[in-house]
């Protein structure tokens, strides 16, 4: 089999968070730079390796001064923990374009096991000849077990900032073609 090398697009890509605010309402936000790649072994998926990194510092959630402070030792603290990484471990099937990748997550200095439920959207050829691929995923990741652990309680109870927070990505992978 051939092994393929397939660049994530984060141009027309995305990894996008929510979490609760105050109980009533959620805030979102968005990494503005990231790169990854998906290596497949000829054409089966169950075979693929996906390797991310993502620059902690960009994120971004519409308010300057929440990232600022997401940013600092209370959150992410990315003047000690600069990158985000994903590396997979297994891919398995989990019918039709489903797919499960269980992966390990570097997050703040520690690294867990995270499931991504996957859908494979299928195969394009761009205006350009180049062949892309198609992906979004979905999971969920409990803020404490990467040491996240910052809050405030509200006096009507509940916390400030929910414990859970929502991830979905959204890929899009050009084949990498090999110099000539």
């Known amino acids: 089999m051939t ?3 397939w660049n994530i697009d984060s141009s027309h890509s995305g990894i996008h968070f929510s979490v609760r605010h105050l109980v009533i309402s959620k805030v979102r936000g968005t990494f503005a730079r990231w790169s990854g790649t998906i290596t497949l072994d000829g054409e089966d998926l169950a075979r693929a390796k996906v390797d991310v990194v993502i620059d902690a510092s960009s994120l971004d959630t519409g308010v300057a001064d929440r990232d600022t402070h997401l940013r600092s030792a209370d959150f992410f603290d990315v003047e000690k923990f600069p990158e985000i990484t994903f590396k997979s471990t297994r891919v398995e099937p989990a019918g039709g374009d489903r797919w499960r990748v269980t992966g390990e997550l570097a997050l703040h200095g520690v690294t867990r096991e995270v499931v991504l439920d ?4 299928g195969r394009a ?3 350009w000849g180049n ?3 198609g992906f979004s995923a979905k999971t969920a990741l409990e803020r404490k077990e990467f040491g996240l652990v910052w809050n405030q309680t509200l006096d009507a109870g509940g916390l400030m900032i929910g414990e859970r927070v929502d991830v979905d ?3 899009e992978a050009v084949h990498q073609v ?3």
């Open 118 to 121: 996957v859908e494979h959207s």
């Open 125 to 127: 050829k761009d205006p």
């Open 169 to 171: 990505i959204d890929l």
């Open 178 to 180: 090999a110099a000539a």
């Open 131 to 133: 062949t892309r691929l």
């Open 3 to 5: 092994t393929q090398i």
